[in-house]
T-cell receptor, first 114, second 110 residues
């Protein structure tokens, strides 16, 4: 069975500092990996995805994520955090091939402190 | 282009009442999903529809039924609501990779 672990319930970072939100996964075969963001009282919004190719993927709002196959990780990063980045972040995984269900992590709350 | 829309936004039910949550997408996506979001548990898949005419159970289907009415619409029905179904419900659609989510329905069962 596939799974996603987001080991930190909350990450606090000062505005202007780099941020990292961690994600590790388990899946049979090659993965498709995703990051989503959820602002209060809103639905999830897609940030970025890894399908194949370059291990560093860039997404919306200056976010990027690095796929590391040997460590089965897909950490979300941003060089300089903004207060407006404060939100709930979800990592998700699904296997390659055909139609497959997506498994989400439980989410990490990012708090950017002015 | 409205994306994914859900109705209603809020609902309060008494135990044993029934209701249908509506979802529609205008992106011509084949796949549609229903999730529930509970504190500390992330998103859990209730039902999904890989394509028009097909539906399948997710992780937590008990107490729910779905209908894929056409390519655009995917409804979720609670036949006899229970307090354990108090949650925020999200509909999503997909073109095969990322999912696009609706704004959610906040349901309280008393």
């Amino acid at each position: 069975a596939q799974s996603v672990a987001q080991p930190e319930d909350q990450v606090n970072v000062a505005e202007g500092n780099p941020l990292t939100v961690k994600c590790t996964y388990s899946v049979s075969g090659n993965p498709y990996l995703f990051w989503y963001v959820q602002y209060p009282n809103r639905g999830l919004q897609f940030l970025l995805k890894y399908i194949t190719g370059d291990n560093l993927v860039k997404g919306s709002y200056g976010f990027e994520a690095e796929f590391n196959k040997s460590q089965t990780s897909f950490h979300l990063k941003k060089p300089s955090a903004l207060v407006s980045d404060s939100a709930l972040y979800f990592c998700a995984v699904r296997p390659w091939g055909g139609y497959q269900k997506v498994t989400f992590g439980i989410g990490t709350k990012l708090q950017v402190i002015p | 282009n409205a994306g994914v829309t859900q109705t209603p936004k809020f609902q309060v039910l008494k135990t044993g009442q029934s209701m249908t949550l509506q979802c529609a997408q205008d992106m011509n996506h084949n796949s549609m999903y229903w999730y529930r979001q509970d504190p500390g548990m992330g998103l859990r898949l209730i039902y999904y529809s890989a394509s028009e005419g097909t539906t399948d159970k997710g992780e937590v289907p008990n107490g729910y039924n779905v209908s894929r009415l056409n390519k655009r619409e995917f409804s979720l029905r609670l036949e006899s609501a229970a307090p354990s179904q108090t949650s925020v419900y999200f509909c999503a659609s997909s073109d095969g990779y990322e999912q696009y989510f609706g704004p959610g329905t906040r349901l309280t069962v008393t």
